[in-house]
Every structure is written in C-alpha cells, then in structure tokens.
C-alpha cells in the first residue's frame, strides 16, 4: 500500500549519502549504455526476452566492499519472488482502467520466465473486485494472507491485529487450494516489544498460518513514490531514471542479501525478494528477471525457499523496525540494515527532494 515502508525506517539515521548517490548515477549510467531498457509499458505475451543484463553491481560508499564482501557470484542462488499489496498498490499504468490490467502482464512475465510466485492480499481491496485474484489463482500462482487492512502490529493490540488477519483468512479461503497458508507482516513489523512479537506469533499458529519472511527487503516503495511523482508530471524522462533506479536496486539488494547470508549464516541461502504489484513492477518485472537469469540465479517457490533451515532458526530481534529475516535471526543484526539506509538515502536524494 502507499507508504508501505514509511514505518520502517523509523529511527534509523539519515545521512546525506553525497557518496551514493555518485554510485547510484554511474551504475545507473552503466545500465543505461549496456541495456535495452524500454519505457513503453509490457506488450501483450508472448514477450521478447532479449534485453542484457544489466551489469554486476556494488553497494554505497558508506558499505565499502572488504575482500570478503567482494561482489557475489550469484550462480545457484535460488530465489523466490513474492509480490505484496495485491490486487494492486499505488496508481494504476497509464491506459488501464482496473488492476486486472497490470497484474495479467505480471503473471505473464513470471509464467515466460517460469518464476513461481506468491501474492500477498489486503483483503479488504480484494474483496471489492475479485476479478484480479480470481485469475491470479487460475493461472497457478499462490495467494497468501497481507491482513485485511493493512494495519501495523506495532500501532496496535494484538487481539485486534489478529481479529485483521482472521478475517482475511477467512475470505482467502474461497480461493481453495491457491491459498497457501502464509502470511506476510504488513510494512514486516513483528511487534515492538517481546511480549507483542510472541503473542502475535503464537497467534498466527492457532490460524495454522506460517510467516513468509523476507530476506532481500528494499526501497522500491521508496521508488514506487518516485514513479508515481513523475507520471503526474508527466514527465517520461524522469520516469526512464527511476525504472532504472529500481532494477539497479533490486539486482543490489540481492547481492546484499547474499553477502550477508554467507557472513553470518555461512553459506547462501534461499533468498525470498520482496516486490509490490504496481506500476514499477509491472514496467520492469521482465528485465529484472532477464537479469538475475543472466546471473544464474534460479527461481523457486516460496515453499520450497521456506524449506532452507535458516527459516527455522529463532528470532532474535525486537524493535520497531521492519528488517530482514537474515537481520532477526540470532544474533540479531540490526546494523546491518545500513546499507539499506544508505540505498534509501540516495533514492531520496535523487528523486523525492
Ligand atoms: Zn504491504
């Protein structure tokens, strides 16, 4: 939903991140010599897969590279795509005139590049048209429960949080087997003290509901908001650079999520990635993929990434902030959230000042 991440980065640093944003303007250069990136919405399928990767890719100034976090080889690396805030998430793309539109061209992008993937509802935009997850389903694609509203854990009581997620449990049922029985923290906030984190938990369980936490979490809420600005202003150059931005970011934040895995865990791990379905996705879901493809990276079911055993190890995190799974796993590693700040930082600088 808009402002998704808003909450998420509540008390973390701002920096002025000069250096960043020199890095984000030269890799962004580099995609742009190197790449075919087109402006013009996704045609109908089946779709031309030939654009080139776009190239490898370093984190900010401010989370230098030592020899041991030195760029990843991303072969095998096996990643599951999930798509929150369906049926859809911020303004429709310019022509369409319902979310149906958008989310058809997405599950024909997974479907060429035979990604399986699981969408998120929040349940209460479901159920005032149910056309879009109707076919979401029919198409072999999984639905999992994002809470009726939306609400955030940490603004709340648990019993009310929780009366949210039931009854969004309640209504996914009608999709049968295309329900999964997962379900993905709004904004990823798990609660902002022990005792809330716990109940919640315990809480999903009794609904016999699992938690689809993400480990290659990122700012392209942040870039959604830049998208959105420039298609009010009309202004397509604009909107070329933030398209671009966001695959330069997504392609980053999986390498990221990989080096950190193999710091702290010790080897990769499957990675679960964290998308929306909006018009940035829409736009550049196929070059995205094209590009991890091109890196060897493999893409599996959320269910089969869930089976990684680092998905069972305990939580050790507790605190306001939505961070990623690799983050909250023991010992809890909020620092490592820097580099996402520094990435929210230079997309602020550039397009939301
Ligand atoms: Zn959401």
């Known amino acids: 939903m808009p402002g998704t991440g808003e909450h998420r980065t509540e008390g973390r640093p701002r920096r002025l991140a000069v250096g960043s944003v020199v890095v984000c303007i030269l890799a962004i250069g580099a ?3 190197g790449s075919s990136v087109s402006t013009r919405p996704l045609p109908a399928t ?4 030939a654009t080139p990767a776009p190239p490898r890719t370093s984190g900010p100034p401010s989370a230098p590279a030592s020899a041991s976090e030195s760029v990843p080889d991303l072969a095998g ?3 599951a795509i999930t798509l929150d805030d369906l049926p859809w998430v911020g303004p429709l793309p310019e022509g369409d005139t319902a979310a149906i539109h958008g989310l058809e061209r997405i599950e024909g992008v997974l479907r060429d ?12 935009r479901a159920a005032e048209d149910e056309a879009p997850l ?18 955030d854990l940490n603004a709340m009581t648990v019993a009310a949080w929780t ?5 969004c449990d309640g209504y996914l049922k009608r999709y049968g087997s295309a329900y999964a029985p997962f379900f993905r923290y709004p904004m990823l906030h798990q609660g902002n003290t022990r005792g809330k984190r716990d109940r919640a938990a315990a809480a999903l369980a009794a609904l016999g509901l699992r938690t689809a936490h993400v480990t290659v979490d990122n700012s392209g809420w942040l870039l959604t908001q830049a998208d959105a600005r420039a298609m009010r202003a009309h202004d397509a150059a604009l909107r070329e650079d933030v398209r671009r931005a966001f695959l330069h970011h997504i392609i980053a934040a999986v390498e990221h999520a990989d080096r950190v895995a193999r710091r702290k865990v010790g080897r990769p791990v499957a990675q679960v990635l964290l998308l929306h379905a909006n018009t940035l996705v829409d736009h550049g879901l196929g070059t995205l993929l094209t590009a991890l493809s091109a890196r060897g990276v493999a893409f599996v079911s959320l269910e089969e990434a869930l089976r990684d055993p680092v998905y069972a190890r305990p939580d050790d995190y507790v605190g306001r902030k939505g961070l990623s799974w690799l983050y909250r796993i023991a010992p809890a590693s909020p620092e490592d959230a820097r ?11 550039r397009f939301l000042r």
Do not use: K
């Not at 089946?46 to 897969?49: Q, S």
């Open 113 to 124: 590049h035979g990604a399986p993937a699981t969408g998120f509802v929040v349940c209460e």
């Open 46 to 49: 089946p779709r031309p897969r």
């Open 134 to 151: 109707r076919t979401w389903a029919a198409r072999g694609f999984r639905l999992g429960n994002h809470s009726w509203s939306h609400h």
């Open 163 to 167: 009366g949210d997620v039931r009854r």
């Open 31 to 33: 995609i742009r010599a």
């Open 339 to 349: 580099w996402d700040d520094a990435q929210a930082d230079s997309i602020r600088s």
């Open 77 to 79: 690396l096996r990643l």
